[in-house]
């Protein structure tokens, strides 16, 4: 084989890899969806917001933030307890899969002062059947 037709046996080969490689990398984005992101502020002992309505088994990154001193966050019955920052601080951020149809209480879970008892919200996941009929 000359010099040249390697080169282009060469050049094809890789032409087809990389074809090959964005066709795959298409495939897969078009068979996971996207994470949704949900940013929560928290401050003076609320979460902002405090009601979030989400589908059984979507895939969430909370973004949280703190507009005052450092707070816990703390997704009950699940695995999910992280520390958010004091303000001017990182932003934490930490992803949850919604289970079952139902209530989570989120909740902090760092003592943050005197109101920090009545600091929490509700994680409702209601699947798509209950969201059209509005209950």
Not at 7 to 26: D, E, P, Q, R
Not at 29 to 35: C, F, G, H, L, M
Not at 113 to 128: E, P, S, T
């Amino acid at each position: 084989m000359s010099t040249s037709n390697a080169k282009s046996a060469k050049h094809i080969f890789w032409v087809g890899f990389l074809c090959g490689l964005c066709g795959l990398c298409v495939l897969l984005n078009a068979q996971s969806p996207q994470r949704r992101v949900i940013r929560i502020t928290a401050e003076r002992f609320t979460f902002t917001p405090s009601e979030i309505v989400v589908a059984p088994g979507e895939e969430i990154e909370f973004r949280l933030r703190s507009d005052d001193t450092a707070h816990g966050f703390r997704i009950t019955g699940t695995p999910v307890n992280v520390v958010i920052p004091k303000r001017g601080r990182a932003e934490m951020s930490v992803t949850f899969r919604a289970g079952e149809p139902g209530k989570y209480t989120f909740e902090c879970s760092r003592m943050c002062g005197a109101g920090h008892n009545f600091m929490r919200g509700v994680l409702v996941v209601r699947d798509r059947t209950s969201r059209a009929t509005g209950q």
